[in-house]
């Protein structure tokens, strides 16, 4: 009887102490999670896996979210109701700043300032900064560049420019214009305000006196110089067509349809994927046009990691976040994205995001784009004057009303805009 | 007395689940939505929250894009009585013994049961301005330059309507058909005797003797149209040039991509009051055109 009891306390003994070792092993391991808007088969899962084999001690598991009104709906909710979300990945300034101001993301004051910025990012990392704060790190150079067909240029003896102006593309389009292709130029049509944007580069949306400075002269001359390329060169796509028809542009150019094609670095992914986009030219880079006499756009410096204020592990999630941007983001280099980070092997990153096709392009016009001086942040209004810019030079680019009208409305709702602030 | 009290009880048991539902999802947010018209809350959580009394409701008044999209509520609702005229056509046509009866019934319902954005993405292939079918065969009946459908700001709302009166018409046919059956043979056969044509038995035995339902249709599909959202959202988000933004995406678009909610709230207030409108006006209109036996 004693025997059975002896044996039962040092049974009861034993399990408790297997269970305290393994509670006490649980508490040490820390599990955290990491929104955001990237494919997790473009790079993130591997970048947590690699973590995660490194760091037994601190779990990361990657949950993506879909990039839109809806999926950025459905994070804001899931911040607002406490749930899972440790680490977050914003890719539009403005949800960005709306979670800044509704308190959902820590500030990271004591960890990036002003001048780690400056020197780890660069300039476009102030399009990050709210107030005077950080609350993201941003961990990828989103490059932004024409995408030029050498073909074409050989064939009518032109050469591969270095620097464009907004007049100078006009010219060059039309140079370009044959019967071999569809169009000499063309954009993604939800790129369409960056005219606008690129217009008030170097002056910004609101003049000094606090009213709106989108009647700029530099404002009419883009939209003109645009107009005149759909409606009078007839060398690019009329918007209203090429959205109502989601003309593939990005394919029309690779099929080699299209001669000059307006877009960046996620269109890597596509062009070196020549087994379902097979092409017999080479392609080069040009940065985006300026205009005469101001800065030209500078790279997208974009997926800023945030600490969500709610986690119980703000060290733990900044060790990943500090990691991820230095090291973790070369998992993303195939897929098209380069480290924004000084100390990240930035040159390896750019050989990789070819990789699979270095020999279709010209690299050294492709460094050129990526070391391009003289380049600005492109000012980015809120959503409300954006979609108002966006729907009045539509109706602009659509014939149905004139230039005057369409600086004069734009004018008046963002001034309606300022005063409502 | 004790057992009525007990009855009683029993009875507010079994509508008390009910109850709580309509309250937590409905009056709790109907009265909050209607409080948050006068504050300027803003963002996701609310933050800086005031009161601001009727300075949302005097800004409508300068908005020309919830003025335009007034409009478009209004020329969007030319689809209800379109879809009620097309369903009822197509239920008498199909109230008769026709070939293949059964099936032909069923294919005009099953736009009906299928998903709004799913019947808008069909659509727009179909109004694809130049390798769309619609465009092509145009084209080979001579047309040069055919509409740009849903890529122009002057076809684009004819465009949905078009889509909406095929998505709803098979509903009101199913309905006209229930109801087509009850008209009584003996009214028919009387007005044929004293000599009524064929339309005129439609006109003044089949029309009013079904008139209930017409209203009821109406009054719905009007209250449905007001409260559009998926199809036309996946179709065209409202454009091109907000030429089919209806109020409904209007409230969205304020509330969930600038996330204005008190502004929101005011434009989903004058929502209820355009439809509360409406439906006055259909109500007392019936008067006029809708017998009751």
Redesign the interface.
């Known amino acids: 009887m004693r025997g059975r009891r002896s044996f039962l306390v040092s049974l009861a003994v034993l399990v408790i102490s297997i269970s305290l070792a393994g509670i006490s092993y649980a508490s040490e391991v820390v599990y955290l999670k990491f929104w955001g808007g990237v494919p997790a088969e473009n790079g993130p899962q591997a970048a947590v896996e690699a973590w995660n084999a490194a760091n037994p001690h601190i779990q990361v598991e990657y949950v993506r979210y879909v990039n839109n ?1 809806d999926g950025n ?1 459905r994070v ?2 899931a911040m ?1 109701t406490g749930d899972d979300v440790d680490i977050l990945m914003s890719h539009s300034a403005n949800d960005y700043e ?2 800044v ?4 993301l820590l500030d990271l004051t004591d960890r990036v300032d002003d001048d780690y910025m400056a020197a780890n990012i660069g300039s476009g990392a102030l399009r990050w900064r709210v107030g005077d704060k950080y609350y993201a790190l941003p961990t990828n150079i989103n490059a932004i560049f024409i995408m030029l067909n050498e073909d074409a240029f050989a064939s009518k003896g032109i050469a591969i420019p270095e620097r464009l102006t907004v007049s100078q593309l006009r010219t060059l389009a039309n140079e370009l214009k044959s019967d071999e292709y569809e169009y000499a130029f063309a954009l993604d049509a939800g790129n369409i305000h960056g005219i606008v944007q690129n217009a008030v580069i170097d002056t910004g949306f609101v003049k000094e006196d606090g009213t709106s400075n989108l009647d700029h002269p530099n404002v009419r001359e883009g939209l003109e110089t645009y107009y005149g390329l759909m409606h009078e060169d007839k060398v690019m796509p009329v918007l ?2 090429q ?3 989601n003309m593939a542009v990005e394919q029309m150019f690779l099929e080699g349809k299209i001669a000059m094609y307006q877009a960046g670095a996620w269109r890597l992914r596509m062009s070196n994927d020549l087994k379902q986009y097979p092409r017999s030219f080479k392609i080069a880079f040009v940065p985006y046009p300026h205009f005469d006499g101001y800065s030209g756009p500078a790279h997208h410096v974009e997926d800023a990691m945030s600490i969500v204020a709610t986690t119980r592990f703000p060290d733990q999630a900044w060790e990943f976040i500090d990691w991820y941007a230095q090291e973790g983001m070369m998992a993303l280099a195939p897929g098209g994205r380069v480290p924004a980070h000084a100390s990240a092997p930035q040159a390896e990153a750019r050989k990789l995001i070819v990789q699979a096709a270095e020999e279709t392009y010209n690299l050294e016009s492709l460094d050129r784009t990526y070391e391009a001086g003289d380049t600005k942040l492109l000012p980015t209004p ?3 004057v954006l ?1 108002y810019i966006n ?1 009045e030079i ?2 602009y680019f ?1 014939g ?1 009303q004139s230039i005057d009208a369409t600086i004069a409305n734009m004018v008046k709702f963002h001034n309606d805009f300022l005063n ?1 602030q | 007395m004790k057992w009525m009290k007990r009855q009683q009880l029993a009875g507010y048991l079994f509508v008390l689940p009910s109850i709580i539902g309509v309250t937590v999802f409905f009056l709790i947010p109907l009265l909050f939505s209607f409080g948050l018209a006068f504050t300027n809350w ?4 609310g ?1 800086d929250l005031r009161f601001v009394g009727l300075t949302n409701f005097r ?1 409508l008044l300068f908005d020309g894009i919830f003025w335009k999209a007034v409009r478009n509520n209004v020329f969007y609702l030319l689809h209800v009585p379109l879809s009620v005229g097309v369903g009822f056509l197509v239920a008498s046509g199909l109230n008769r013994r026709v070939f293949f009866r059964n099936g032909l019934r069923a294919s005009f319902f099953l736009p009906y049961l299928i998903s709004a954005v799913a019947i808008g993405f069909s659509w727009m292939l179909l109004f ?4 769309g079918p619609i465009n092509q065969l145009l084209v080979s009946l001579g047309v040069r330059n055919p509409p ?6 002057k076809y684009a709302m004819p465009t949905v309507i078009i889509i909406a009166t095929w998505q709803s018409m098979g509903f009101n046919m199913i309905i006209f058909l229930a109801v087509l059956q009850e008209v009584p043979r003996h009214l028919k056969e009387a007005a044929q005797i004293d000599g009524a044509k064929s339309w005129q038995v439609v006109r003044y035995v089949t029309l009013p003797y079904i008139s209930p339902i017409t209203f009821f249709l109406l009054v719905i599909g009007t209250m449905n149209a007001f409260k559009s959202f998926g199809m036309i959202q996946a179709v065209t988000g409202g ?4 030429s089919t933004l209806i109020l409904p995406l209007y409230v969205y ?1 304020t509330a ?4 204005e909610m008190g502004y929101a709230s005011t434009i989903a207030i004058m929502l209820f009051v355009i439809i509360f409108l409406f439906t006055m006006l259909q109500w007392y209109g019936q008067r006029r055109w809708v017998y009751y036996d």
């Open positions: 009104e709906l804001n909710m607002q709306q979670r101001l509704s308190g959902f209203a067509i959205k109502a028809t809120p959503y409300q979609d729907q539509e109706k659509l149905e409502r | 803003l963002g996701p959580t933050r800004r694809h301005p130049t390798q740009l459908w849903l890529a122009s700001t454009g091109p040039v907000n678009r969930f991509r600038y996330y």
